[in-house]
């Protein structure tokens, strides 16, 4: 573990003593967390949407994973311009989607979040996507639905060129990909205290005390295991008291498929049966 991430470890762990409260919000603090590699060029739409949420009372904390593109300069330049002075990059050197979604986790529980939600830099979480995940976490008693992990919904963006039938195929595709993760033989026993849901890196909420009670992210490569399923298996083992939201939504990146084709991107997805020579498609 990189000394980033063991400080923001020791300072969740602190937090959560103190019952991880933000500055002075009843309902709780919301921060959204965004790995980002080389994203320069095309995070431009994801920063518009995230500034544009209906519920804007979120931190975001995005984590700079070795980019050499002048990411770090492109997201502090638009935060500067729109005055989000709860919007921060920070550094993570250790290569991987695990890795710097664990290290944005952590620093955002250390700075008082109850509640965190992660997305990635090439998608486009729907305007009321913070809205909606604030009220599936919100325990039950301040009005919300009290859960303790959010699976949302992912559907294709409609602005990377993708037609609308590999748009409808993609969409079958992910529920087929979804029903096998629920017979899945690995994903079921009576070590979990409920059904398999598929959630998906981009769209996923969790509360704080949830997220180090089950051990976070793996800080992991992408090609080295799919962190979301490692995680949702982990909350499992701990609660049933998680759920798909299907209003909850964001719009992924079509670029693998375009890259891949449909059959080799579900080949990466399923146990990386598919291994390209570069796995970060920009």
Known sequence: MSGTAGAAVTAADGALRRGGQGPTDARGRLAVVVPVYDEARGIAPTLRQLAAQRDGDFDAIFVDNRSTDGSRAVIEAFARERGLDRWRVIDEPQKGTGAAADTGMRAAIAAGATMLARTDADCIPRLDWT??????????????????????????????????????????????????????????????????????????????AMYVAAGGFPRTAIEELHEDRAIVNAVRRLTGNYAR????VVRGSSRRVQAWGLKNTLLWYKDHAYRPEHVDIR
């Open 131 to 208: 809205a909606r995940i604030r009220h599936a976490l919100t325990p039950r008693g301040a009005g919300g639905l009290g859960l303790e992990l959010v699976a949302g919904s992912l559907v294709p963006r409609h602005d990377e060129g993708l037609g609308p039938v590999l748009r409808t195929l993609l969409m079958g595709a992910v529920h087929v990909a979804d029903g096998f993760g629920v017979v899945r033989p690995d994903n079921n026993g009576p070590q979990f205290h409920g059904p398999y849901v598929m959630a998906p890196g981009c769209n996923l909420a969790i509360t704080a």
């Open 245 to 248: 939201r299907r209003d909850v």
